[in-house]
Every structure is written in structure tokens, then in C-alpha cells.
């Protein structure tokens, strides 16, 4: 089955390095059948309910409503965040614990959306794919058959992801996109600046990045610049956007409560 599922992948991404919407949706559902059982994900319906009601009301309001967008839950006190190409969107318990409020949490969910609405995970595929080095891999993968080698690569691949890092331009603007989406839900857009600084602040207090916070910043980078640029966007956007929905986060206290009761998975990494 996945020799099957790394030859689709092949199959779909091809060699030109130009990836559709439609390819879009069936590479990131292929890879999260991939990574997705090597990953200590939580599995509490009231907890993955209310990550995935919060999302998908985020998502409606997005440029990209009509993908299938999936929210996941991931059992690590690592901080991170991340998402594959088609609207598969993880957070850790890690980052949750850090959130102070459902405006907070919910500015967590809005960014890694706006990765998925601005196709930046496509794009750094389709790069790939024009130097190479992904079809190389996949190349690897579909040759080395035996079960055990497949599982490693997966795992490879889940490292891969997890330990990606978006450029500066792609987190200005899914902090930009986060804004929007809030505003659009009546949710309030300053949350995103708050959690910044936050995390910030604890960073700076340890002076260097290490520990459970260490995944985050590196593949999130903090700098004064983001934040102001985010305040700048709350000005602008307040005024030119206008709310579309409601976002319902009454229940956050009571998600909170629960998730402080999930057993502690893996420290700070993924176990590859």
C-alpha cells in the first residue's frame, strides 16, 4: 500500500514543477497518509472537535473556502505549527499550552491557514521539484519497496516537514492573511500580536532557542520587524475588512481544562 501511495505521489507531482489546485489537494491527503501514523496524535473527539469547529470556521472565510481542510492535534510539548499543501493543519499541545486565550489559539489556526490559502507549502514544492532534489527522493522511495525502508522514509518525510521553515515573506503574509480572518470572524485580530510577543519574551528570557520552544522559532522566526508589520496590519485591515461570520470560542476555557489532562507525549521533538 504505500509503495502504491509513494507512486501516486510521484505520479502527481511529475517533473515540470507545476502543481494544479486538484494535484494539490491529492499530494497533501497522500502525505498525511504517510506521516500522519508516526505522529503522536491526539486522539480525544471533544479535543479534535473543537480544534477542527474553530478551524473550518476560519477556513470559510478564507481565499481558499472549497479545500477539505483536516486539524490535527499533535501530543508533544514541542512548539510548532505546521501545514501540508491542501489545508492538513497541525498544531502541538506544546504551542496550545502557550496560548492565553481563544483569540490567541484561534490566531494559530488563522496563520497556518493562510500558508494553505497563499499555496506557500505548493510553492516550495514546485521549487523543489525544479532542482530536483524532491524527485530524487520520491525516486529513492519507490525503488526501496521493503516495508521497513518505506516506514523510514515517512518518518523522513515527517522530519522534513516539521522541521521546515517558511521564508520571511511567507510568514508576513500568512500573519497579514491571520489578521484578515480574524477580523472577518469578529475575533480579535490583536491576539495575533499578542502570542507573537509572548513567545518572544520567553525566548529571550532563556537567550537562546532550545528546549520545547526551540521547533517553533526556528521554522517561525520572531523578530521586531514581524510584529510591528503585524500591528500595521491590524490598523489597515480593521478598517477595510468586514465581519463575515461568527467564531464561537466560549468553550476555549474547557478545552483548555481538558488538554492539561492529555498524558505528556515526546518532550521536544518528533521520535524519528
Known amino acids: ?14 517533473t515540470a514543477g507545476c502543481i494544479s489546485e486538484g494535484r494539490e489537494q491529492e499530494i497533501g491527503d497522500t502525505l498525511a497518509s504517510e506521516i500522519n501514523p508516526h505522529l503522536p496524535l491526539v486522539g480525544d473527539p471533544l ?19 472549497n479545500l477539505h481542510y483536516r486539524f490535527y492535534i499533535i501530543n508533544t510539548d514541542a512548539v510548532n505549527a505546521f501545514a501540508l ?15 492565553e486565550s481563544g ?20 510553492d516550495k514544492l514546485q521549487r523543489q521539484l525544479r532542482t530536483g532534489s524532491l ?10 519497496g521493503e516495508p521497513e525502508l518505506l516506514r523510514e522514509n515517512a518518518l523522513q518525510l ?12 511567507d510568514e508576513q503574509e500568512a500573519d497579514r492573511l491571520a489578521v484578515r480572518y480574524l477580523v472577518r470572524t469578529g475575533t480579535e485580530p490583536t491576539a495575533v500580536v499578542s502570542l507573537l510577543e509572548s513567545l518572544l519574551v520567553e525566548e529571550q528570557a532563556r537567550h537562546r532557542s532550545f528546549g520545547p520552544l526551540q521547533n517553533w522559532l526556528s521554522t517561525h522566526p520572531l523578530t521586531a520587524d514581524r510584529i510591528r508589520d503585524a500591528e500595521k496590519n491590524i490598523e489597515r485591515l480593521t478598517g477595510e475588512e468586514e465581519q463575515m461570520t461568527e467564531l464561537d470560542l466560549s468553550a476555549f476555557d474547557a478545552f483548555k ?3 492539561a489532562r492529555v498524558p505528556s507525549g515526546p518532550s521536544t521533538t518528533l521520535e524519528m
Do not use: C, K
Not at 479534535?48 to 470556521?57: E, K, L, M, P, S
Open 257 to 259: 481544562a481538558l488538554i
Open 135 to 144: 524527485v530524487n527522493v520520491l525516486y529513492d522511495m519507490i525503488l526501496g
Open 158 to 169: 515527517a522530519n522534513a516537514i516539521w522541521t521546515a521553515q517558511h521564508s520571511r515573506s
Open 103 to 122: 483569540a490567541e489559539f484561534a490566531s494559530v489556526l488563522a496563520h497556518e491557514i493562510g500558508h494553505v490559502a497563499a499555496r506557500h507549502g505548493v
Open 47 to 65: 479535543l479534535n472537535a473543537y480544534v477542527g469547529a474553530v478551524g473550518q470556521t476560519l477556513a470559510t472565510v478564507s481565499e481558499r473556502p
Open 85 to 99: 499543501p491542501g489545508g492538513h493543519v497541525y498544531v502541538t499541545l506544546g504551542l496550545i499550552d502557550r496560548t
Open 1 to 14: 500500500m504505500r509503495a502504491v501511495s509513494f507512486l501516486l505521489v510521484g505520479s502527481l507531482v511529475g
